[in-house]
Nanobody
Framework: QVQLVESGGGSVQAGGSLRLSCATA????????MAWFRQAPGKEREGVAA????????FYADSVKGRFTIPQDSTRNTFYLQMSSLKPEDAAMYYC???????????????????WGQGTQVTVSS
């Protein structure tokens, strides 16, 4: 069983930065897709960023390209969402997710992922 625990959410002013962390436990596999999703009230869950841990391949939603990155620390089984130039529309509950199978629906499609964290809230004030 894989456990994912997010941390690092909070409140920030527009234009500011925030780093979310996702600590993983329960798997020794180095080949997996890890991703961040977000969901704002009344909106569908949206894929934000994804990384294939074996080779570091990354994908980003157009809405966050150039502002967000998804670095990983393989020694600590932790990966991050580094967010900068935050906008009010980035406010949402952010979730990390993992899968050990192919992302046949695309790396940012939530249906690919079968392990999820509990979420961490990000608030951006204008």
């Amino acid at each position: 069983q894989v456990q994912l625990v997010e941390s690092g959410g909070g409140s920030v002013q527009a234009g500011g930065s925030l780093r979310l962390s996702c600590a993983t436990a329960g798997s020794a596999s180095s080949s997996r897709w890890m991703a961040w999703f977000r969901q704002a009230p009344g909106k569908e869950r949206e894929g934000v960023a994804a990384i294939y841990t074996r080779d570091g391949t990354t994908f980003y939603a157009d809405s966050v390209k150039g502002r967000f990155t998804i670095p990983q620390d393989s020694t600590r089984n932790t990966f991050y969402l580094q967010m900068s130039s935050l906008k009010p529309e980035d406010a949402a509950m952010y979730y990390c997710a993992a899968t050990f199978t192919s992302v046949v629906l695309g790396p940012l499609n939530a249906k690919n992922y079968n392990y999820w964290g509990q979420g961490t809230q990000v608030t951006v004030s204008s």
